[in-house]
């Protein structure tokens, strides 16, 4: 017998193989070169966000909603590492977004293009922005930060289309409002913990973001910039100002989900605590802007769909007056409409100097990279009139036309969707939301001006919400009752849904 012994063949190693033993081998080696430079927080921190920045990138939704935290609780964060500029959390969030809704459309996954009449008015808004920028250039060039803002603000006028086409259905909507309610109450609480706890330590809180960009110290406001006077709430919107634009804004939508048939939140007591936390947060901020416009945006839900309650609002206010801190708000007031206080008076002065740039330069403004005079500038506290310095009466003409045709689109599809359970107090909030910032605008810029970008990103989200409701009532067929101008609900009125293609 012819006993004979082969060697076994050696292994054979795939391509696939290597790739894969590669990857692991050099994802280790980052991960721990990043334990040794940054610490171990940073770099748990750096890998769930690649983490999380992977699964954004294939789900638009989730893009949305992490677009939609960042703007409610880090409006002014930056990654902790600098390229050739620093970017935004917002940059990489909203760019994300973008992103991925452009891919969709590259592979297919949309091929129509959901829209209203009233984009075409937005897109002659952005036309007229980059001829003001274009003119803008004979008086000063442009710095790098100047440019990243202007394309920021570019991207975020982008939401009013992208929001639309990506919500085709109505409980694609309730989701996103449903979230940005809970991020509303969110913020709040943090505004209100951190006013309550001792300055050193909300200081030292604060103070922790300067890590991804916000100041290392300082960040405890108060009014009129002096410590002996009452402190005013700022979040983590930096601003007591901002913070209390935002919230009066987001607040009034909260409003419309009090008294809803179906609220997005399951429980109405949870939705009334949101809306309790906010309020009180934005009495601690302290802006008398924004308690006013707040006050405009509640009428404006009262006169539409609870006119029943408008007999309460004396009390209500009566009440809130007769409160022991009420009577420093009251002060200001009477100080804001007196002229009597610092702050007023200063802002008198900015709107002088704005009407006398307005005047030199009226139709088109100076743009957006600097004045052409030392003795011109262009920030002002009021929107409309910051947006004459820079885009003038021309641009106004054209953004107050663009929101009159937001406005009267939502009121036509108001007719049908006040019987709609699932989309009429969304669709009521989101306008009376936009009308507490228009309102707001008036003694405020925030949501215009080129370096508040967080709240420029809300201002467009909400522009999207707005349309996109429309937009779904616009689909929604009339009942009998509804066309012959009857506005009572029939007893078997059922929600809608709507015939779409898969996404």
């Not at 989900?257 to 809306?275: D, E, H, K, N, S």
């Not at 108001?414 to 107090?425: G, P, V």
């Not at 009308?435 to 810029?445: E, H, P």
Request: glycine letters at 8%; charged letters at 15%; one cysteine or more.
């Amino acid at each position: 017998m012819n006993l004979s012994w082969k060697s076994p063949a050696s292994p054979q190693v795939s391509r696939r193989d290597l790739a894969i033993g590669l990857a692991i081998g050099i994802t280790g080696a980052l991960i721990g070169l990043l334990l040794t430079l940054a610490g171990p927080t940073v770099a748990i921190g750096a890998l769930l966000g690649v983490l999380a920045g992977l699964y954004v990138l294939t789900n638009l939704q989730a893009a949305l909603q992490v677009l939609l935290a960042v703007v409610m609780l880090l409006p002014f964060g930056t990654l902790p590492f600098k390229l050739i500029v620093t970017p935004t959390l917002l940059d990489v969030a909203l760019g994300a977004f973008i992103l991925v809704w452009l891919m969709q459309w590259m592979t297919g996954r949309r091929s129509r293009l959901h829209l209203t009449p009233v984009h075409l008015l937005v897109v002659l808004y952005v036309l007229w922005l980059l001829l003001s920028f274009a003119l803008g250039l004979r008086f000063a060039a442009p710095t790098p930060n100047r440019l990243r803002q202007f394309a920021e603000t570019l991207l975020a006028i982008s939401m009013a289309f992208v929001i639309v086409d990506m919500l085709r259905r109505p409980e694609m909507l309730r989701r996103l409002v449903t979230l940005l309610v809970l991020l509303v109450g969110l913020q709040a609480l943090v505004a209100v913990t951190l006013y309550v706890l001792p300055d050193d330590f909300s200081e030292r809180a604060l103070v922790r973001l300067a890590r991804i960009g916000y100041p290392n110290g300082g960040v405890i406001r108060y009014i009129e910039s002096n410590p002996a006077l009452a402190e005013r709430a700022i979040g983590t919107w930096v601003d007591p100002n901002l913070l209390g634009g935002t919230l009066a804004v987001t607040s009034t939508l909260v409003a419309g989900q009090l008294f809803a048939t179906r609220p997005v939140l399951r429980w109405r007591w949870f939705t009334l605590a949101i809306l309790v936390v906010s309020v009180v947060a934005l009495f601690l901020t302290y802006s008398r802007a924004s308690l006013l416009a707040l006050c405009a945006g509640l009428l404006f839900i009262g006169v539409v769909r609870y006119r029943r309650f408008l007999a309460a609002l004396p009390l209500v206010a009566a009440g809130v007056l007769a409160l022991p801190w009420s009577r420093t708000w009251l002060e200001r007031l009477v100080q804001a409409f007196t002229g009597a206080d610092l702050a007023t008076q200063m802002r008198l002065g900015e709107y002088s100097d704005a009407l006398r740039l307005i005047n030199r330069y009226p139709l088109t403004g100076v743009g957006f990279t600097g004045s052409p005079s030392i003795d011109l500038y262009t920030d002002v506290a009021s929107m409309y009139l910051i947006m004459a310095n820079q885009i003038g009466l021309i641009g106004v003409g054209l953004f107050l036309t663009m929101m009159a045709g937001l406005f009267l689109l939502g009121l036509r599809a108001w007719r049908r969707l006040r019987t709609c359970e699932e989309l009429d107090a969304i669709h009521l909030g989101v306008h009376a939301a936009l009308f507490t910032l228009l309102v707001n605008s008036v003694a405020d810029m925030y949501f215009f001006r080129l370096d508040f970008q967080g709240s420029i990103s809300l201002f467009w989200l909400l522009i999207g919400l707005a349309l996109a409701s429309s937009n779904l009532g616009s689909k929604r067929p009339l009942t009998a009752h509804e066309d012959t101008g009857t506005i009572e609900a029939q007893a078997n009125t059922k929600t809608f849904r709507l015939t779409h293609r898969p996404l």
